[in-house]
């Protein structure tokens, strides 16, 4: 199915009121809401099963509007997030402007040299093409997480996505049959003072490919 550009606006509005939505991504099918509404993140949370302290990334539609609204972020960072972004990644970042609080890791309370911490903030820029082009033209992030219940498979239909999840949103979006590999999670959280990175999960971009882009893997793991 190809997404328009009403499906957009629902969604857009869906965001900004407080609402939660099955959307199609790069990737597989995710649960989104505002990254700045308790209420949605709490249900988001309920539908999933998911432990209350477990992390969510956040969405920006447009690699663009990420780079845009980051400011923060420094020389070697940005030059990463344009060779990366948009695309099946997951970027974890330093956030020392405290960005996104409801959605962000919170600091590792066990462990007193993080007790500070603001948490990394998961960074998401799916990269829009063909039926999901339309989407790219949604201008609030989202909170986003696999549309799937805690510990089961990523969805790579809509009609994978467990039923509850599907009548516990506020609006379903069906972009049809995605790639089905959750994305390639990268901590960049160092990177920008030293140069090192390393693979948190492998997903559809793996070594070689960042190694081109982003230099030689950390410590060669």
Same mark, same amino acid.
């Given at each position: ?61 447009? %690699?663009? $509007? @990420?780079?845009?609204? /980051?400011?923060? *972020? ?8 344009? #060779?990366? =972004? ?26 007193? %040299?993080? $007790? @500070?911490?603001?948490? /990394?903030?998961? *960074? ?8 999901? #082009?339309? =989407? ?36 379903? *979006? ?48």
């Amino acid at each position: 199915m190809t997404l328009t550009a009403q499906h957009a606006a629902r969604l857009e509005r869906c965001l900004a009121g407080d609402g939660v939505a099955v959307i199609p991504t790069d990737t597989v099918y995710g649960l989104a809401c505002s990254p700045q509404s308790e209420s949605a993140m709490r249900r988001i949370y309920e539908l999933k099963r998911r432990p209350a302290l477990k992390p969510s990334a956040v969405m920006f539609f447009s %690699a663009a $509007a @990420a780079l845009e609204s /980051l400011t923060e *972020l420094g020389p070697r960072t940005r030059a990463a997030l344009d #060779a990366l =972004l948009p695309g099946p990644v997951t970027l974890l970042l330093a956030n020392p402007e405290r960005r996104f609080p409801l959605a962000c890791s919170p600091p590792a309370e066990s462990d007193p %040299a993080t $007790a @500070a911490s603001p948490g /990394l903030l998961g *960074l998401r820029a799916p990269l829009l093409h063909g039926s999901l #082009a339309a =989407l790219a033209a949604v201008t609030v992030p989202a909170a986003q997480s696999s549309a799937n219940l805690s510990g089961g498979p990523d969805p790579r239909r809509l009609s994978e996505v467990p039923i509850e999840l599907r009548e516990g949103a506020d609006l379903v *979006l069906d972009g049809g049959e995605l790639p089905g590999s959750a994305s390639t999670v990268i901590d960049l959280s160092r990177y920008e003072l030293s140069g090192d990175w390393r693979i948190v999960r492998e997903g559809p971009l793996g070594r070689p490919s960042l190694e081109r882009l982003l230099g030689p893997l950390s410590g060669g793991r």
